[in-house]
């Protein structure tokens, strides 16, 4: 049985979809190959929507995070449901959506059965299938469900039925004994004009140029990287690590500072993952030189984003602010860390409007304003002209 037929028979039942449930996930991994550019950037939608730990908990170990039809619809955007509810079939977007946060969960779990994000190429050969349709609702090949076989059991004389369908072939087989020398020879006449023919000769280099294009596109597509991510999450003396690397080495030299500096027990790597797509981690060295600032770090968020980016949220303590601005010279840091008063607001107030810019989704809007700085005259309610 293939991947996720067992899947689409249950949501077909769950959500009384009839047979629209394998277009539904073919539509869902259209998406995700077409749009999100894979796996993983399918999964820094949800991210986007502020669903980090969800999202994570769908590819690490354990227990799958449930998603709200509300969450859904906020990561996946109103135009892609419009889209994957057209390609479904024209199902009702309340019931596509239901559908799509039950299926999200587990399709994801699936597809990283060992924690691993996989390639883009590993993921095509995963769901291949599901993209072209060659697999039904019950794990048939599109095209055969219910068809009689051949002969039964004991080989006995073929049904009337398959009886037809034997001479159907047969007869397509003659066809194609005079089409195909038919089909050649106007190949060979088309391909020796283009050699002789001297107008046409621009217009098949032309051709020529337009697939070598074509192809170093596609290239140039399956060999995208993304940023590496790293987030810290402190909670009571504890610390769970989050994020994306490129490699197990990345991984292993993280673990071993963290734990080196914080202690072994204090320390979780569950939300941590590789993915062969991520961008080499460059800071890695200074990551370390970070960290035995963060001990004692009662609560709070850092996360090192890309090659130049720090986002942090909740208590950070000044030594640690006063340490990092040290060594991650040219980063782009939260407003918070560059004092207080005017400079302080009009940095956090160039940043909010920077993520105003890029946000899509009502989460990311409420993130860019929660950057933002307003300091009120005394006894004043008026939002000041700056």
């Given at each position: 049985?293939?991947?996720?037929?067992?899947?689409?028979?249950?949501?077909?039942?769950?959500?009384?979809?009839?047979?629209?449930?394998?277009?539904?996930?073919?539509?869902?991994?259209?998406?995700?190959?077409?749009?999100?550019?894979?796996?993983?950037?399918?999964?820094?939608?949800?991210?986007?929507?502020?669903?980090?730990?969800?999202?994570?908990?769908?590819?690490?170990?354990?227990?799958?995070?449930?998603?709200?039809?509300?969450?859904?619809?906020?990561?996946?955007?109103?135009?892609?449901?419009?889209?994957?509810?057209?390609?479904?079939?024209?199902?009702?977007?309340?019931?596509?959506?239901?559908?799509?946060?039950?299926?999200?969960?587990?399709?994801?779990?699936?597809?990283?059965?060992?924690?691993?994000?996989?390639?883009?190429?590993?993921?095509?050969?995963?769901?291949?299938?599901?993209?072209?349709?060659?697999?039904?609702?019950?794990?048939?090949?599109?095209?055969?469900?219910?068809?009689?076989?051949?002969?039964?059991?004991?080989?006995?004389?073929?049904?009337?039925?398959?009886?037809?369908?034997?001479?159907?072939?047969?007869?397509?087989?003659?066809?194609?004994?005079?089409?195909?020398?038919?089909?050649?020879?106007?190949?060979?006449?088309?391909?020796?004009?283009?050699?002789?023919?001297?107008?046409?000769?621009?217009?098949?280099?032309?051709?020529?140029?337009?697939?070598?294009?074509?192809?170093?596109?596609?290239?140039?597509?399956?060999?995208?990287?993304?940023?590496?991510?790293?987030?810290?999450?402190?909670?009571?003396?504890?610390?769970?690590?989050?994020?994306?690397?490129?490699?197990?080495?990345?991984?292993?030299?993280?673990?071993?500072?963290?734990?080196?500096?914080?202690?072994?027990?204090?320390?979780?790597?569950?939300?941590?993952?590789?993915?062969?797509?991520?961008?080499?981690?460059?800071?890695?060295?200074?990551?370390?030189?970070?960290?035995?600032?963060?001990?004692?770090?009662?609560?709070?968020?850092?996360?090192?984003?890309?090659?130049?980016?720090?986002?942090?949220?909740?208590?950070?303590?000044?030594?640690?602010?006063?340490?990092?601005?040290?060594?991650?010279?040219?980063?782009?840091?939260?407003?918070?860390?560059?004092?207080?008063?005017?400079?302080?607001?009009?940095a956090a107030n160039e940043q909010a409007a920077q993520a105003l810019k890029s946000a899509s989704t009502p989460q990311q809007v409420v993130d860019a304003l929660n950057l933002s700085i307003i300091n009120f005259a005394t006894g004043e309610s008026d939002v000041?002209?700056?």
């Amino acid at each position: 049985m293939a991947l996720f037929d067992s899947l689409i028979s249950e949501v077909n039942e769950r959500f009384h979809l009839g047979d629209k449930g394998n277009a539904l996930l073919s539509a869902l991994f259209g998406l995700m190959i077409n749009k999100a550019g894979g796996l993983n950037g399918f999964l820094e939608m949800f991210r986007r929507a502020g669903l980090e730990q969800t999202a994570n908990s769908w590819v690490s170990s354990g227990a799958n995070s449930a998603l709200s039809n509300q969450q859904t619809e906020d990561a996946l955007g109103t135009d892609n449901l419009s889209d994957i509810t057209t390609q479904a079939g024209g199902l009702p977007t309340a019931t596509a959506i239901s559908a799509l946060s039950f299926l999200i969960p587990t399709v994801i779990d699936k597809l990283t059965p060992n924690g691993v994000v996989p390639s883009n190429n590993n993921l095509t050969g995963m769901i291949g299938s599901y993209l072209s349709g060659k697999s039904g609702s019950g794990g048939e090949r599109a095209g055969t469900a219910g068809m009689p076989d051949r002969t039964d059991a004991a080989g006995e004389m073929l049904t009337d039925t398959a009886r037809r369908n034997t001479v159907t072939e047969k007869d397509d087989g003659s066809v194609l004994r005079w089409i195909l020398p038919l089909v050649l020879v106007v190949l060979l006449g088309f391909i020796g004009y283009q050699f002789c023919g001297k107008p046409n000769q621009n217009v098949a280099m032309a051709n020529t140029n337009a697939i070598t294009a074509h192809a170093n596109s596609n290239i140039a597509v399956a060999t995208a990287k993304i940023d590496p991510r790293l987030s810290i999450r402190a909670e009571n003396g504890k610390y769970s690590v989050t994020g994306i690397v490129s490699s197990e080495a990345e991984k292993n030299q993280i673990m071993e500072s963290m734990r080196r500096e914080l202690g072994d027990a204090n320390t979780d790597f569950s939300g941590l993952k590789i993915d062969q797509n991520a961008k080499p981690v460059s800071w890695l060295a200074k990551f370390a030189e970070l960290l035995p600032s963060l001990r004692g770090w009662a609560s709070g968020t850092l996360t090192f984003e890309g090659e130049n980016r720090l986002v942090a949220a909740g208590n950070i303590p000044q030594t640690v602010i006063d340490k990092i601005k040290s060594l991650f010279t040219g980063w782009t840091l939260p407003a918070f860390f560059l004092g207080t008063g005017a400079d302080a607001q009009k940095a956090a107030n160039e940043q909010a409007a920077q993520a105003l810019k890029s946000a899509s989704t009502p989460q990311q809007v409420v993130d860019a304003l929660n950057l933002s700085i307003i300091n009120f005259a005394t006894g004043e309610s008026d939002v000041p002209a700056d």
